[in-house]
């Protein structure tokens, strides 16, 4: 008989060592999934916490870039449009005197229409870099088109383009910023670069629209994080995040610049 509860009593240590065993081997299960659960949550905020600083960068350059623009055509309107309309006052105020001979007012009065001329066209260039009229007209093909060409004529770069858009395929707006990129990529190779030529090819292909542009410039370093964060390239970014697009830049030292933007 006590042979028999000897064995009862090792059959119950053994069950309950089992029981412990299978407890600790839950808590540590539990353990390691909360641990794991953490770990993957911290990486989650931070992925968020990255996404986030990235958009208020492109906020901010979105800010920046606006600001740039209206005191540049503050500064269009006061030493162009201004200055104009101050001769034209003081010529209007000389004719109003009087006190002219013949040959004097009609100096005058050519005087005043030479410079209204001069205003008008001062104020169509201002608003046409507000909005190219051929934009609204007849689309980005051609708006890009007349871009290069008005380029080509200055002689400042040479601008070898192609390409293959379909018509209204981006929305208004949205090919109001793809020319606006096309312009400051240019702007850049001519002012920054010191390109002799550049290529523009704009490809349709699987739903999805390439845009590929290229300079044989000085180009710069695009591995050091300072150079793209100027105001061009930062601009040029937050106009592609409008689009819902990504970019690829690549450059080197003496080598020319290369961006492929994908929409």
């Known amino acids: 008989m006590e042979e028999f509860f000897a064995k009862e009593d090792q059959v119950i240590v053994i069950v309950l060592i089992g029981v412990l065993l299978l407890l600790l081997m839950g808590a540590a299960l539990l353990l390691f999934f909360f641990f794991s659960r953490k770990k993957i949550v911290a990486k989650e ?9 990235h958009q208020k960068e492109i906020i901010q350059s979105i800010i920046v870039t606006q600001e740039e623009e209206r005191k ?7 030493d162009d449009i201004s200055s104009k309309l101050n001769v034209i006052n003081l010529n209007a105020n000389l004719l109003k005197d009087g006190e002219l ?3 004097e007012y009609l100096f005058v009065n050519e005087g005043i229409l030479d410079v209204t001329d001069k205003t008008l066209e001062s104020a169509r260039k201002i608003a046409h870099n507000l909005l190219p009229p051929i934009l609204a007209q007849f689309g980005l093909k051609d708006a890009i088109e007349e871009l290069a060409d008005s380029f080509n004529n200055s002689r400042k770069i040479n601008i070898d383009y192609k390409i293959l858009y379909p018509k209204k395929h981006l929305s208004p707006q949205n090919e109001l910023h793809l020319f606006r990129i096309t312009q400051e990529l240019i702007n850049n190779s001519v002012r920054h670069g010191k390109a002799r030529n550049c290529t523009i090819k704009i490809n349709y292909n699987s739903n999805k629209l390439y845009f590929d542009y290229a300079d044989d410039g000085i180009g710069f370093n695009s591995e050091n994080i300072e150079n793209k964060k100027g105001l061009g390239i930062k601009n040029i970014e937050s106009r592609v995040s409008l689009l819902n697009g990504q970019f690829q830049l690549k450059s080197k030292q003496n080598e020319g610049f290369k961006i492929l933007i994908t929409i």
């Open 45 to 53: 905020l931070e992925k968020k916490t990255l996404q986030i600083n």
């Open 72 to 78: 540049r055509i503050a500064q269009d309107l006061h």
């Open 101 to 103: 001979s013949p040959e």
